[in-house]
C-alpha cells in the first residue's frame, strides 16, 4: 500500500499503519463466514451458519423488538471503521425506513466543530496545503506525526524552503511536539487560557488589526476589555508555561502576518473543549491572519463537499409517517429519538434520562465501530451489552471485543474490496474508493447486508435496489460533482473554494458576515437534536472555563487517553507490525511524580477514577507537567491486566454546547501493584 504522487495533499506520503495495511487484509483472523453465538456472552463459543440463516435470524429478532416494544427498540450503530460514504452512512437508511432509534454521532467532532463554527459559523477554512506557504506553522492540539502524518509534509516543506518555524501546543512531549522549534508544553485543558493570554499581548503591545476588527468581528471593543484581565501571568498559573514563554509567543504571531494554525481534535476532548476551540480561532482574527496565503486557522474543510446524500441515508423518509412517534408521556406527537453513540453504556443500561423518552432498546446492529473497547464508562458498556434480553449482531472484519458479545457476527468486506467514495476531512479531495480485489471467503459489504435486512424487514427505499456503485454515481451526479466514470478517470477531485471564499474574505458565514467573538452558544450551527451539557454556564467571549475534571486530593492526577502511533482507535490492534511497535499499555508519568510514589520503570500501576480502575505499566517521562499522565491508547481491554481497558475511567457524560466525549479529561489516582 502507497500513497499517490497525484494527489498533491498526501504527495506520495501515507502513515506506517496504513502502509502496512496488507497485514490486515491478508490476517488470519480475519472473519470469513457468518457465526451464530453458541455459549455465554463473551465466551467466544461461535458455530458456523449460512448468511440466509443469519439473516433471517436477525430480521426475526428485529421484528420481536418491533412488536414488543415499537421501533425504536431497534438502534443501529455505526462510525467510521469505514470513512466511505456509501458504506458508512448507508445505515441510515434502514433506520429511516424502518423508523429505528436514530444515531447520534458524539465521540469524536462535537466539541471541535462546534468551537470552530461558533466563531466562523461555517466548518471550513484556507487551503490546508497553505501551510507550505505559512511563515509560521502552528499544530495546536493534536499529533499529526502519528495520526496525519501528511500536516507535517506541508509544516516541514515550509520550514525547509521559507525557514518558517513550526510551533506545537500540547500536554506532552509527543513525536510531533520532539520537531516543534517552539515547544508550548501545557496542562491538559487549559487552550483557552493560553490563547486569551496571546491575544492579550497582541491587543497590548499592538499587533492587533483594527481595521480588520472593525470590518470582519463583533463585538471587538468588549472583547479587548475583556482580555485585559487575561494577562501572561494570570494564563502562566493556569497552563504551566512561563509568562515569558507567552509573551514571546505572542510577539512571533504578531510579527508574522503568514501564521497558519492547525487546530486539532485533541485538545478539544474535554469538558471546555469547545471554548477552547473558539478561543484559539479568535486569534487570526485578532491579527487579521484570515487575509493572507498561508494565514488564517483550519481545522476541518467538511463543509466545502456540499453532498446530496438523500439516496444513500434515506434522507428523503424522514418527512413521512414512519418518522412520527407519539410521545408515551405527554401524548404530544414527537420524531423518533436520536440516541447518544457516546452514552451507550447509559443507554443499554436502562437509564431513563439516555433514553430519551423511548423504550429500553433491546436490538442492535452494529458496522464500522467497537464500543465495548472505546466508548466511554466502560464498566456500563460491558454490563449493557451482558443483558440477555439484549440482542446484538455486528458485521466486522475481525473477532473485536463488541463481535465477542454478539448473538450473529457477520463477516464484512475492507475498503478494497468494494465500491465507494471518500471525502477529505483535513484536505479538499473527493476520492474514487472502486473494488480491486475479491474479499475472502463469505466477506459481504455493509451495502450488501443492509439492502438484504431491509428486504427481509419490508423496507422500502430505491437505495435498497442499487448497487453501490450506482449510488456513488447518482450521489456525484445530484451533488454536480460529474460521473463515476469522470471521477474514476481523473482518481481525485480538488473541490477547495477560491481563496476570498477560503479566507473568509467574502464575510464568515453569519447574516452579517462578522466573526463572532461572543458566540451564541446555544445556537452554533452544528446538526443537533438538543443542547448538551452546562451551556447556559459557557463563557460569553473566549477565556479559561474551569468545567474540566480538575485534580483533588484524591484524584492527584490529570490523564489523557492519546491516541497510540500503529493504532487508529481499535483498527490494527490485531495487526503483528502495529503490536510490534505498541508493545503493552503503559502510562507516561513524570520521573518525579513516580519517584514520589514509588514506582520504576515497568512497574505495573492501578489507574483509578471515579469510574473504574485499570492496570497499565509505568513510563517515567519527563515529558509532561508534574500532575499529567498520557496513556497511548486504544489497546484492546483484553491486552490489560484484568481485563479492564483504558476507557473504564473515562466519563461519558456530554460536553457543551451539542455532546461530544471528554476522554481527555479524566482525574485519577495512582497506586503500585505490590
Known amino acids: 500500500m502507497r500513497g499517490s504522487r497525484g494527489n498533491t495533499f498526501t504527495a506520495g506520503v501515507i502513515c506506517a499503519k496504513v502502509a502496512r495495511y496488507a497485514e490486515r ?23 458456523p451458519i449460512s448468511w440466509d440463516e443469519a439473516l433471517d435470524i436477525v430480521a426475526e429478532k428485529f ?83 502519528s495520526t496525519q502524518i501528511n500536516v507535517m509534509t506541508h509544516a516541514v516543506r515550509a520550514r525547509k524552503e521559507r525557514g518558517a518555524p513550526i510551533a506545537v501546543v500540547d500536554v506532552y512531549r509527543s513525536p510531533t511536539m520532539e520537531q516543534a522549534d517552539i ?66 509567543f505572542a510577539r512571533f504571531i504578531g510579527r508574522t502576518p503568514r501564521t497558519f494554525i492547525r487546530a486539532g481534535y485533541g485538545f478539544t476532548r474535554s469538558r471546555n473543549g469547545a471554548v477552547n476551540m473558539h478561543a484559539v480561532t479568535c486569534i487570526p482574527t485578532v491579527t487579521g491572519a484570515w487575509q493572507h496565503e498561508g494565514g488564517g486557522a483550519f481545522h476541518s ?84 451489552f451482558a443483558r440477555e434480553d439484549l440482542f446484538v449482531v455486528v458485521h466486522e472484519q475481525f473477532m473485536t471485543e463488541t463481535a465477542a458479545m454478539a448473538d450473529i457476527v457477520l463477516p464484512a468486506t475492507m475498503f478494497t474490496e468494494h465500491d465507494d467514495i471518500y471525502q477529505g476531512g483535513g484536505n479538499q479531495y473527493v476520492t474514487l474508493g472502486p473494488k480491486l480485489v475479491e474479499p475472502p471467503g463469505e466477506c459481504r459489504s455493509n451495502h450488501e447486508v443492509i439492502c438484504a435486512l431491509a428486504e427481509r424487514l419490508g423496507a422500502r427505499h430505491r437505495g435498497f435496489e442499487m448497487s453501490s456503485c450506482e449510488i456513488v454515481d447518482w450521489t456525484l451526479q445530484a451533488t454536480g460533482r460529474g460521473t463515476v466514470e469522470e471521477l474514476e478517470q481523473a482518481h481525485f477531485l480538488d473541490v477547495q473554494p477560491d481563496f476570498e471564499t477560503a479566507h473568509f474574505l467574502k464575510g464568515f458565514n453569519w447574516p452579517d458576515g462578522k466573526f463572532r467573538l461572543s458566540p451564541d452558544w446555544a445556537k452554533v450551527p452544528f446538526k443537533s437534536p438538543g443542547k448538551f451539557g452546562p451551556v447556559a454556564d459557557m463563557p460569553s467571549f473566549p477565556d479559561h472555563w474551569a468545567v474540566i475534571e480538575e485534580a ?71 515529558g509532561l507537567r508534574r500532575g499529567v499522565v498520557v496513556a497511548e491508547s486504544i489497546w484492546p481491554n483484553g491486552r490489560h491486566v484484568g481485563g479492564r481497558g483504558i476507557n473504564t475511567l473515562t466519563g461519558a457524560d456530554p460536553v457543551a454546547p451539542v455532546g461530544g466525549a471528554a476522554l481527555h479529561d479524566n482525574r485519577v489516582r495512582i497506586t503500585r501493584v505490590a
Open 25 to 47: 487484509a491478508h490476517h488470519p483472523d480475519r472473519l470469513t463466514q457468518p457465526l451464530r453465538r453458541t455459549g455465554p456472552k463473551g465466551s467466544g463459543a461461535f458455530a
Open 63 to 145: 421484528r420481536e423488538a418491533e412488536a414488543a416494544q415499537g421501533p425504536e427498540a431497534v438502534w443501529p450503530y455505526y462510525y467510521a471503521g469505514t470513512m466511505g460514504l456509501v458504506m458508512r452512512d448507508g445505515i441510515n437508511r434502514l433506520t429511516h425506513a424502518k423508523g429505528y432509534s436514530r444515531f447520534f454521532s458524539t465521540i469524536c467532532v462535537n466539541p471541535a466543530w462546534s468551537g470552530f463554527m461558533a466563531g466562523a459559523g461555517r466548518l471550513s477554512g484556507p487551503d490546508p496545503r497553505e501551510m507550505g506557504r505559512a511563515d509560521l506553522n502552528i499544530i495546536w492540539g493534536t499529533n499529526p506525526v
Open 183 to 248: 515547544p508550548l508544553l501545557i496542562r491538559p485543558g487549559t487552550d483557552g487560557a493560553l490563547a486569551c493570554a496571546v491575544m492579550h499581548v497582541l491587543f497590548a503591545e499592538g499587533y492587533a488589526d483594527r481595521a480588520y476588527l472593525a470590518r470582519y468581528a463583533r463585538d471587538a471593543v468588549a472583547f479587548e476589555t475583556h482580555l485585559s484581565t487575561r494577562t501572561p501571568e494570570w494564563a502562566a498559573a493556569i497552563t504551566g508555561l512561563s509568562a515569558a514563554e507567552i509573551i514571546d
Open 301 to 384: 474543510n467538511s463543509a466545502i463537499f456540499g453532498w446530496n446524500k438523500s439516496l444513500i441515508e434515506g434522507t428523503d423518509l424522514l418527512s413521512g409517517e414512519m418518522y412520527s412517534r407519539t410521545d408515551p408521556v405527554s401524548g404530544q406527537p414527537r420524531s423518533t429519538r436520536q440516541l447518544d453513540q457516546s452514552r451507550i453504556g447509559a443507554i443499554l443500561c436502562g437509564e431513563e434520562e439516555a433514553l430519551a423518552g423511548g423504550p429500553p432498546v433491546t436490538a442492535m446492529l452494529i458496522q464500522n465501530t467497537n464500543p465495548v473497547t472505546i466508548a466511554p464508562e466502560q464498566e456500563k458498556v460491558r454490563a449493557g
Open 552 to 622: 483533588t486530593p484524591e484524584f492527584p492526577f490529570r490523564l489523557v487517553t492519546a491516541p497510540a502511533r500503529n493504532f487508529l482507535n481499535s483498527t490494527f490492534t490485531e495487526t503483528p507490525g502495529s503490536l510490534a511497535r505498541e508493545k503493552r499499555p503503559t502510562l507516561m508519568i513524570h520521573p518525579e511524580d513516580a519517584a514520589a510514589l514509588g514506582i520504576a520503570a515497568d512497574d505495573a500501576v492501578e489507574v483509578t477514577s471515579a469510574r473504574g480502575s485499570v492496570i497499565l505499566h509505568a513510563v517515567p517521562f519527563d
